[in-house]
Nanobody
Framework: QVQLVESGGGLVQAGGSLRLSCLAS????????LGWFRQAPEKEREFVAA??????????ADFVKGRFTISRDDANAKNTVYLVLNSLKPEDTAVYYC????????????????WGQGTQVTVSS
């Protein structure tokens, strides 16, 4: 069983930055492929970024356009995946979710087996 807990969300002005963290409570963190998704009010959840099990492959949604960076820290049992959000815009306001899969890395939501509860990001104009 994999438990994911996100943190780092908050209220920020447009143009600001945040760093989201997702801590995975699992012994096999090094085997996990990880992703970030988001859901804005009254919209469907959408893909943001993903990183594979060893960190050498990443995927980003087109709307990221170099503003966000996904990374992972497997050292010293930190078991954490990060999403750095730069140059934030009001349209980035959403609940951001961390997801994990042992078998899949990519943009599709369905293959991710484990999900966190989400962290709210609010960007004011």
């Amino acid at each position: 069983q994999v438990q994911l807990v996100e943190s780092g969300g908050g209220l920020v002005q447009a143009g600001g930055s945040l760093r989201l963290s997702c801590l995975a409570s699992v012994r096999t963190f090094g085997s996990l492929n990880l992703g970030w998704f988001r859901q804005a009010p009254e919209k469907e959840r959408e893909f943001v970024a993903a990183i594979n099990w060893n960190g050498d492959t990443t995927y980003y949604a087109d709307f990221v356009k170099g503003r966000f960076t996904i990374s992972r820290d497997d050292a010293n049992a930190k078991n954490t995946v990060y999403l750095v959000l730069n140059s934030l815009k009001p349209e980035d306001t959403a609940v951001y979710y961390c997801a994990a899969s042992l078998r899949y890395t990519g943009r599709r939501e369905a293959p991710y087996d484990y999900w966190g509860q989400g962290t709210q990001v609010t960007v004011s104009s």
